[in-house]
């Protein structure tokens, strides 16, 4: 195995480590880190006049992440 | 414990509580589990179930969890490992994606030729669009 590969494999996990260690932070009590949830709460409400920009990029995104994993 | 509200309660709808999500997920992860990529099967499978997921995403026909609070400055320690992947996976797509430096797919591509990492993989997919939907 690669040097190149071997950090781009550790840092890939460095990175979901980080996720996984900041949805717990966020959970502790008084925590100032909102849970990811909330962000994407946040994301999700966001609109452009009537049109909801917020859910159509962030379904059509998670839409496409599935297609690019099960089907592409 | 405070009993639910009133307004809660008829909100939401029977077929939408985890008792009987959780199992339609399970069937639903179960079957496209079995789809290879690339086949039209897997790709009309992940089409309709995306549009159902969007469509009741954006009709609103679902009540949608309560906004809990205002996000505040400690929201942007997101953006650490946000940042971090994203520039790791720039870096390896710019390197056309080999082996010595590898794209999230290409790793996880080997991984999801397993039945039963991929119906694992589908099941927490439809969980988090879940999530989304009632956001």
Same mark, same amino acid.
């Given at each position: 195995?690669?040097?190149?590969?071997?950090?781009?494999?550790?840092?890939?996990?460095?990175?979901?480590?980080?996720?996984?260690?900041?949805?717990?932070?966020?959970?502790?009590?008084?925590?100032?880190?909102?849970?990811?949830?909330?962000?994407?709460?946040?994301?999700?409400?966001?609109?452009?006049?009537?049109?909801?920009?917020?859910?159509?990029?962030?379904?059509?995104?998670?839409?496409?992440?599935?297609?690019?994993?099960?089907?592409? | 414990?405070?009993?639910?509200?009133?307004?809660?309660?008829?909100?939401? %709808?029977?077929?939408? /509580?985890?008792?009987?999500?959780?199992?339609?997920?399970?069937?639903?992860?179960?079957?496209?589990?079995?789809?290879?990529?690339?086949?039209?099967? %897997?790709?009309?499978?992940?089409?309709?179930?995306?549009?159902?997921?969007?469509?009741?995403?954006?009709?609103?026909?679902?009540? /949608? /969890?309560?906004?809990?609070?205002?996000?505040?400055?400690?929201?942007?320690?997101?953006?650490?490992?946000?940042?971090?992947?994203?520039?790791?996976?720039?870096?390896?797509?710019?390197?056309?994606?080999?082996?010595?430096?590898?794209?999230?797919?290409?790793?996880?591509?080997?991984?999801?030729?397993?039945?039963?990492? /991929?119906?694992?993989?589908?099941?927490?997919?439809?969980?988090?669009?879940?999530?989304?939907?009632?956001?």
């Amino acid at each position: 195995m690669s040097v190149s590969r071997l950090v781009t494999i550790g840092l890939f996990l460095t990175g979901a480590a980080l996720l996984g260690a900041l949805e717990l932070a966020s959970r502790r009590e008084g925590s100032r880190i909102p849970p990811l949830g909330e962000l994407a709460g946040l994301v999700l409400r966001y609109r452009s006049g009537r049109l909801p920009v917020g859910r159509i990029a962030m379904y059509g995104f998670w839409w496409w992440l599935g297609w690019h994993f099960f089907a592409r | 414990m405070e009993p639910p509200s009133q307004i809660t309660a008829n909100a939401v %709808a029977p077929w939408s /509580r985890p008792v009987f999500l959780v199992p339609v997920f399970g069937l639903v992860s179960v079957v496209g589990g079995l789809f290879p990529s690339f086949s039209l099967e %897997a790709n009309l499978y992940v089409l309709a179930i995306g549009g159902v997921m969007t469509w009741l995403g954006l009709s609103g026909r679902l009540p /949608r /969890r309560p906004e809990s609070r205002r996000l505040g400055a400690g929201a942007a320690w997101w953006l650490v490992p946000a940042l971090l992947l994203a520039l790791v996976e720039l870096v390896s797509a710019i390197y056309d994606s080999t082996p010595a430096h590898p794209t999230i797919s290409l790793l996880l591509d080997p991984i999801l030729d397993l039945y039963l990492a /991929r119906a694992i993989a589908y099941f927490l997919w439809l969980g988090a669009f879940w999530s989304l939907v009632r956001r």
